[in-house]
């Protein structure tokens, strides 16, 4: 009988349907029915041969027998249906077995399994609920599939009460248990959450390996409680002398994130003692981090050491690196970069963001004419614009005075999102066409969209321009509009232009008492405002005498 099977097994695995039935009918000789182990096979055939509902059939063949298929080849036909994408025709053949009386505990075992795949933990609940309506008790099989399943979506509510639920059953929690739990943490960054589950575990008894050390380090971390997962790593270094980079990674990214660089550096060489050495994830995070703190020279010497160890840095780490040049208004390193960038096809890919960078670099230094290269040389080497690169561009043609041209440009975007019709109001405004942007305000507030909506942003270049022009009413009217109309808050930069058209038309005393406003309303005045509060002071002084 068991080489009859492995024939079987052969011809399902290859689809052969009519091979497995002429294999059961030549095994079932002198016999009644065919075994289970069989039929199990001939759905297996018909599952390879992309015949789920065929598959199913052989169920229907057996109770026409007169006798019941076994609940797990019930089990196995619910595979095979949702595999098909038939789930909804697998939870109909379980309502008809709950019906009939006959579901069986694999059964739900089975379809909670499958609801790992996607956000079903819902799914994955409701069937726990119905089995308990149903008086079917869960076995061991059914928690851990619960619980896989919560740890998957990142459900910890769910996983820990699973888990305790299965403790008042009378199951012993194990390692495994306690580890689809702690996964749960890690991805919903609930750091104490996880602590708790790893204390209970060691009171419990059972010896925490390093998954579940790694599970509760990055939970910590991940939730910002970077010292307390340190800590832990700590005590994992002490018990285990064979650690890999994966033990070390979420701390030490954590520590980069908050800019902690020091440590990070301290950490790297314990790991270095232990030969264990950073992959380019880190490199990159390191590169970002320096970037944030404008520490370009940091960001160059790392790049740099990432290539010594022989690391060939992407697409992603490169970026990286333009964003430093970037962030510190270095156009030219950046430029340059992105040119090198160029000549790596086709090992490293150029993407839109590549450009956008150096554009908005182009932008900061005011090289409007570099940002409108840039994006052209982007579409010639095939580079999809997208609103990202094209609003950069009319921002750069406003800077160039050539509104014609911004106006075409934004005719051509297919669904302009609140940058492009933002920098369409900024080129009217540099260009003196206050009306037209008035216009093109008008149309956003009609607009029924909420991401289509002004915001402060929007209104920050109308209360600008009027402050450079000395219009103070007019920069009142637009200031107005923003905080009473729009219900908008009001920005720091918001209150420092209108200070600054108060000012500019020689109302000193109305720019001091938006300076009581603004500081009223819990808004911190820069350095800037206070400045230039002073030298309007100082002028009035002098005139009055």
């Not at 080849?73 to 036909?77: P, T």
């Not at 064979?242 to 990214?253: M, R, W």
């Not at 005393?509 to 009581?516: A, I, S, V």
């Given at each position: 009988?068991d080489?009859?099977?492995?024939?079987m097994?052969?011809?399902?695995?290859?689809?052969?349907?009519r091979?497995?039935?002429?294999?059961?009918?030549?095994?079932?000789?002198?016999?009644?029915?065919?075994t289970?182990a069989?039929?199990?096979?001939?759905?297996?055939?018909?599952r390879?041969?992309?015949?789920?509902?065929?598959?199913?059939?052989?169920?229907?063949?057996?109770?026409?027998?007169?006798?019941?298929?076994?609940?797990w080849?019930?089990?196995?036909?619910y595979?095979?249906?949702e595999?098909?994408?038939?789930?909804?025709?697998?939870?109909?053949?379980?309502?008809?077995?709950?019906?009939?009386?006959?579901?069986?505990?694999?059964?739900?075992?089975?379809?909670?399994?499958i609801?790992?795949?996607?956000d079903?933990?819902?799914?994955?609940w409701q069937?726990?609920?119905?089995?308990?309506?149903?008086?079917?008790?869960?076995?061991?099989?059914?928690f851990?599939?619960?619980?896989?399943?919560?740890?998957?979506?990142g459900?910890?509510?769910?996983a820990?009460?699973?888990?305790?639920?299965?403790?008042?059953e009378?199951?012993?929690?194990?390692?495994?248990?306690?580890?689809?739990?702690?996964?749960?943490?890690?991805?919903?960054?609930?750091?104490?959450?996880?602590l708790?589950?790893?204390?209970?575990?060691?009171?419990?008894?059972?010896?925490?390996?390093?998954?579940?050390?790694?599970?509760?380090?990055?939970?910590?971390?991940?939730s910002?409680?970077?010292?307390q997962?340190?800590?832990?790593?700590?005590?994992?270094?002490?018990?285990?002398e064979?650690?890999?980079?994966?033990?070390?990674?979420?701390?030490?990214?954590q520590?980069?994130?908050?800019?902690?660089?020091?440590d990070?550096?301290?950490?790297?060489?314990?790991?270095?003692?232990?030969?264990?050495?950073?992959?380019?994830?880190?490199?990159?995070?390191?590169i970002?981090?320096?970037?944030?703190?404008?520490r370009?020279e940091?960001?160059?010497?790392?790049?740099?050491?990432m290539?010594?160890?022989?690391?060939?840095?992407?697409?992603?780490?490169?970026?990286?690196?333009?964003n430093?040049?970037?962030?510190?208004?270095?156009?030219?390193?950046?430029?340059?970069?992105?040119?090198?960038?160029?000549?790596?096809?086709?090992?490293i890919?150029?993407?839109?963001?590549?450009?956008?960078i150096?554009?908005?670099?182009?932008?900061?230094?005011?090289?409007p004419q570099?940002?409108?290269?840039?994006f052209?040389?982007?579409?010639?080497?095939?580079?999809?614009k997208?609103?990202?690169?094209?609003?950069?561009?009319?921002?750069?043609?406003?800077?160039?005075?050539?509104?014609?041209?911004?106006?075409?440009?934004?005719?051509?975007?297919?669904?302009?999102?609140?940058?492009?019709y933002?920098?369409?109001?900024?080129?009217?405004?540099?260009?003196?066409?206050?009306?037209?942007?008035?216009?093109?305000?008008?149309?956003?507030?009609?607009?029924?969209?909420?991401?289509?909506?002004?915001?402060?942003?929007?209104?920050?270049?109308?209360i600008?321009?009027?402050?450079?022009?000395?219009?103070?009413?007019?920069?009142r009217?637009?200031?107005?509009?923003?905080?009473?109309?729009?219900?908008?808050?009001?920005?720091?930069?918001a209150?420092?232009s209108?200070?600054?058209?108060?000012?500019?038309?020689?109302d000193?005393?109305?720019?001091?008492?938006?300076?009581?406003?603004?500081k009223?309303?819990?808004?911190?005045?820069?350095?800037?405002t206070?400045?230039?509060?002073?030298?309007?002071?100082?002028?009035?002084?002098?005139?009055?005498?």
């Open positions: 009988m080489d009859l099977l492995q024939a097994r052969i011809r399902a695995k290859a689809g052969d349907v091979g497995v039935r002429g294999l059961m009918r030549m095994g079932c000789r002198g016999t009644a029915r065919a289970p069989m039929l199990f096979e001939l759905m297996i055939a018909y390879n041969r992309r015949k789920p509902l065929a598959a199913i059939s052989v169920l229907q063949e057996i109770n026409s027998t007169g006798s019941d298929p076994e609940p080849l019930y089990a196995e036909g595979k095979i249906l595999q098909a994408g038939l789930f909804e025709r697998a939870m109909g053949m379980l309502k008809a077995r709950l019906k009939s009386g006959k579901a069986a505990v694999d059964e739900f075992n089975a379809l909670i399994s609801s790992r795949k996607g079903t933990r819902i799914r994955a069937l726990h609920e119905e089995m308990k309506k149903h008086k079917i008790s869960g076995n061991r099989s059914t851990a599939a619960l619980l896989s399943c919560y740890a998957e979506n459900d910890v509510a769910r820990s009460r699973t888990l305790d639920e299965m403790k008042s009378g199951y012993e929690a194990r390692l495994v248990e306690y580890s689809l739990v702690l996964k749960a943490c890690i991805k919903a960054q609930e750091g104490d959450l996880a708790s589950h790893f204390r209970n575990m060691i009171s419990e008894g059972i010896s925490p390996d390093i998954i579940a050390f790694n599970s509760v380090i990055a939970s910590l971390s991940k910002g409680d970077v010292d997962a340190y800590d832990l790593l700590q005590l994992l270094m002490k018990q285990e064979n650690l890999e980079y994966d033990s070390f990674a979420p701390v030490l990214v520590l980069l994130e908050k800019s902690r660089f020091s990070a550096a301290g950490l790297v060489e314990r790991m270095r003692e232990r030969k264990v050495y950073p992959d380019e994830a880190y490199f990159k995070c390191l970002s981090n320096y970037s944030k703190v404008n370009v940091d960001a160059e010497r790392t790049l740099k050491e290539i010594f160890r022989g690391y060939k840095p992407t697409v992603k780490t490169l970026t990286a690196m333009l430093a040049y970037a962030r510190a208004t270095q156009f030219a390193k950046a430029l340059s970069l992105l040119k090198e960038m160029q000549e790596m096809k086709p090992s890919e150029l993407d839109e963001r590549c450009f956008t150096v554009m908005t670099s182009a932008i900061k230094t005011r090289r570099d940002a409108v290269q840039l052209d040389e982007m579409i010639v080497a095939g580079i999809p997208g609103n990202s690169s094209t609003s950069i561009l009319i921002r750069a043609l406003g800077m160039m005075k050539e509104v014609d041209r911004a106006e075409k440009v934004f005719a051509a975007i297919a669904r302009p999102d609140l940058y492009c933002n920098e369409l109001i900024f080129a009217y405004l540099i260009c003196g066409k206050r009306k037209d942007a008035l216009h093109v305000l008008e149309k956003l507030g009609r607009g029924q969209r909420v991401h289509l909506k002004p915001n402060s942003i929007t209104y920050g270049m109308f600008r321009n009027s402050a450079l022009r000395g219009e103070a009413m007019e920069a009217e637009m200031f107005k509009e923003m905080t009473v109309v729009r219900k908008i808050k009001a920005t720091p930069q209150y420092t209108l200070i600054e058209a108060y000012v500019k038309s020689g000193l005393k109305g720019g001091l008492d938006m300076l009581e406003e603004m009223s309303k819990g808004v911190q005045p820069s350095d800037k206070f400045v230039r509060l002073r030298e309007a002071a100082l002028q009035s002084s002098k005139a009055s005498l």
